[in-house]
């Protein structure tokens, strides 16, 4: 099912809006009737998996040291 909502009225319909776009509904924001955006949901981040890619990045040894002085172009 299709919502359309006025862009000036969004406002006033906010909660509507994205109670409609999370549970799955396609919320068209429209201008005089004129489609100009589509509301949708988040996607979660889910899926990641830690030490997917063991050695991929390694931290050596020298990561905690300052950083010197060059690093930082505005520093006075």
């Avoid at 919502?3 to 906010?14: H, M, Y």
């Avoid at 201008?31 to 100009?36: E, Q, S």
């Amino acid at each position: 099912m299709r919502t359309d909502i006025e862009i000036q009225d969004l406002s006033a319909r906010l909660d509507e809006a994205l109670a409609l776009a999370n549970a799955g509904e396609e919320v068209i924001l429209v201008a005089n009737g004129a489609p100009k955006a589509k509301l949708v949901p988040v996607e979660s981040a889910g899926g990641r998996v830690f030490d997917l890619h063991p050695g991929a990045f390694v931290v050596g040894p020298e990561f905690d040291d300052p950083l010197s002085d060059d690093v930082w172009p505005n520093k006075r």
